[in-house]
């Protein structure tokens, strides 16, 4: 890999991470404990495998949520 790629790997990288942590600030868990917060994300993603109906509603929610950004 070349030293630009590799570079903008990286930049992508963390702006990902970047918004990611922004969606715990806009959720409004800025202040939660971090085991917390990672524990409810691995039984999101254990719930996730396994409910579809489940990751529809919380799409809608999050869809809904993101389109009232505005308001």
Avoid: C, H, P, W
Avoid at 37 to 60: C, H, N, P, V, W
Wanted: aromatic share 4%; no cysteine; net charge positive.
């Amino acid at each position: 890999m070349s030293r630009n790629a590799t570079s903008d790997a990286r930049k992508k990288d963390t702006r990902d991470k970047i918004e990611l942590g922004g969606l715990i600030v806009k959720a409004g868990l800025r202040f939660e404990k971090r085991a917390l917060l990672f524990g409810a994300l691995i039984d999101l993603r254990k719930r996730l495998r396994s409910d579809e109906k489940e990751r529809t509603r919380l799409t809608a929610i999050g869809a809904e949520a993101f389109g009232n950004e505005g308001e």
